[in-house]
Structures are given as C-alpha cells and as structure tokens.
C-alpha cells in the first residue's frame, strides 16, 4: 500500500489552477534552491502525487515565466522590499515570483485574486507571518502593475 502526500491544507476545496501555483511554487523553490534546470525541475513535478488536477498550461505558464522572467520580476520587486531578495525566505521569494509574473503577464486574472493566491501559498507552505509580508509586497506592486485597475477597486470601495 502506498502512502500519499497529505497537502499542507488538506480540507480546503483547491481549484486546478489553485494547484498549478501550488506545483508551480514547489518548482520554483527547487530552481532557487538548487539552480536546477527548468526542464528537469517541470519533469519531476510533473510525476508529483496530484499533478493530475492540476491546470498543467497554467503551471507551465507559471514555472517558466517566472523563471524566464526572474531578473527582470526581482528588479520590479527589489524597491518594495525591506531587504536583499535572497535573504527572502524561498517559499515567499517563490510566491513573490509567482504574484509579481501573474500581475505582469495576466491581466484576466484580476489582481485581488493573484494577491490572494499568493498569499494562500505562502500561508500553506511558508513561515507563521510570510503570507503579511506577501500581501504587502504584492500589494504596492499591483498598485504599479496595475494602476488603472488598483484605483478602480479604491474608488468602488470608497
């Protein structure tokens, strides 16, 4: 009998693309950890227990870009940031990645939502008050991202 991975929060109702993120954040703390090549890191999270209910483009989308993309994203982040980027925990660095390529390069995912997800990892995976940090940097960086839609939501609230 084989013995499954119980998810860091196993009662919560995760979408497919919920857990492309969450496969997509297990590969990028293995790229920042290791520097291991995306390919092979996209192959051996693709035989991970659950990829199946994943959405696999998003993922891709997700893990490459992010990994394409990583200078550029980090130099977006770097000035909201309190400190260097590496000295960033892996878990909220990868869901920094994650947040700031979703805001930059998917504009039909509106921009609570990414921060949310974002957050929603990093309170799964990462340390007791990561996901506050997560939220604050994501935060300022879709009121720069996404300006028009920012102050959309401010005005409609007010």
């Known amino acids: 009998m084989t013995q499954k991975t119980v998810h860091a929060n196993p009662n919560k109702n995760r979408t ?8 997509a954040l297990q590969g990028l703390y ?10 092979a890191i996209d192959a051996h999270i693709r ?15 997700l893990l490459h870009g992010a990994i394409r993309q990583a200078a550029t ?10 400190r260097p980027i590496d000295q ?5 660095h990868a869901a920094l990645l994650i947040g700031a390529y979703e805001l930059n390069n998917h504009l039909e995912i509106p921009y609570k939502v990414v921060i ?10 990462g340390g007791i008050d990561g996901h506050k940090y ?22 409609r609230s007010e």
Do not use: M, Y
């Not at 199946?52 to 989308?61: R, S, W, Y």
């Not at 997560?134 to 939501?153: H, M, Q, S, T, Y």
């Open 16 to 23: 497919p693309r919920h857990r492309a993120r969450e496969f």
């Open 88 to 92: 960033l925990s892996p878990v909220e």
């Open 47 to 61: 035989e991970a227990h659950g990829f199946d209910k994943a959405d696999a483009e998003h993922f891709d989308a």
């Open 73 to 82: 994203l980090r130099e977006g982040l770097a000035p909201l940031i309190d």
């Open 30 to 39: 293995q790229w920042l950890l290791n520097n291991e090549d995306a390919g």
């Open 116 to 125: 949310n997800e974002a957050v929603e990892l990093t309170k799964s995976f």
């Open 134 to 155: 997560v939220n604050g940097v994501l935060d300022r960086f879709a009121a720069k991202v996404r300006n028009v839609e920012v102050d959309g939501a401010k005005r």
